[in-house]
């Protein structure tokens, strides 16, 4: 089931930084190497393919770039955000 407006932003206020972005639940990682990013997008897969629930992502040198849409749903889910809060849990645990 798609968030409805208030949901989404009740659910903002518990995630670190993340925004909707193009109707994506959107965020900005960056790293202190490239080594880190890809680190940190490895434990991302592992965690996302446990949930069948894989991000549309991008990543450039120490930066990566996370958007999360259920597409078969055709919006933002609660899915979405456990996933976001999965996400947000493995990158606090990577050493800056």
Not at 14 to 36: M, V
Not at 59 to 72: D, F, G, K, Q, W
Request: hydrophobic share 40%.
């Amino acid at each position: 089931m798609i968030l409805s407006n208030k949901q989404l932003n009740e659910c903002l206020e518990d995630l670190d930084g993340w925004s909707i972005e193009n109707e994506k639940l959107s965020k900005t990682f960056k790293f202190s190497s490239f080594i880190q990013a890809f680190g940190f997008m490895t434990q991302v897969a592992i965690t996302s393919e446990t949930m069948d629930h894989h991000p549309e992502w991008s990543n450039v040198y120490n930066r990566v770039e996370i958007n999360l849409v259920t597409h078969s749903e055709g919006g933002i889910t609660k899915l979405d955000i456990e996933l976001a809060m999965k996400v947000d849990s493995i990158s606090s645990s990577i050493k800056p």
